[in-house]
């Protein structure tokens, strides 16, 4: 695609590359350069997503987009636009217009809140191994809950569990919770959950 763009309909601009496959000075080196403005277009692929911060790019083309999450896609937006000039995100997709892909790009589209999109993206994929590191619901360790669906029970059961442990830390007047908790902990899921 890189060498197409800089053949054709962006013939004249200083192209680059950039891709995780590229060694580590390679990539400090484009990015310098991009950073630098010595670098008019980046084509690059998903290794821009976290941590970039070049306030002179405005423009990105998200080519496939329908192949992302949510998250993904606000991640790779937030790149642009973060100088005094304002971005340009375009995502570009033939997804079909009732696709729950479409429904993605659509959301992204609609609103620029982290926390709305995020919210989306837990709809979607679901909350994974709460008690893990699984990210998608495919590995869900609830039983009996849905993040989503039960957000009120889960937090008043979060304030019951928080009293019971700020009156009991122990938990020496409940034996059986103990002995549940316990079981349900292995080392793996505990260093996890003390990470958070």
Request: a negative charge; proline letters at 3%; one cysteine or more.
């Amino acid at each position: 695609m890189a060498e197409e763009l800089a053949t054709g309909p962006l013939a004249g601009l200083r192209t680059e590359v950039l891709h995780g496959r590229l060694a580590p000075d390679v990539k400090d080196d484009v990015m310098r350069r991009f950073a630098a403005g010595e670098v008019d277009v980046l084509v690059a692929t998903t290794v821009i997503e976290v941590g970039v911060n070049v306030p002179n790019a405005t423009v990105m083309v998200i080519m496939d987009a329908d192949r992302f999450g949510v998250s993904q896609l606000h991640q790779l937006r937030g790149r642009v636009g973060r100088g005094a000039a304002p971005g340009l995100c375009l995502l570009v997709s033939e997804a079909a217009e009732e696709s729950a892909a479409r429904e993605r790009l659509e959301a992204v589209a609609a609103t620029t809140d982290g926390f709305a999109l995020s919210r989306i993206d837990l709809e979607q994929r679901r909350e994974g191994d709460v008690l893990g590191q699984a990210q998608s619901g495919g590995r869900s360790s609830l039983r009996m809950l849905a993040v989503i669906e039960d957000e009120d029970l889960i937090a008043e059961a979060r304030a019951e569990a928080v009293a019971l442990v700020e009156k009991d830390p122990d938990l020496a007047d409940s034996p059986d919770l103990r002995t549940a908790i316990d079981a349900l902990l292995d080392a793996e899921r505990e260093e996890f959950l003390d990470k958070g």
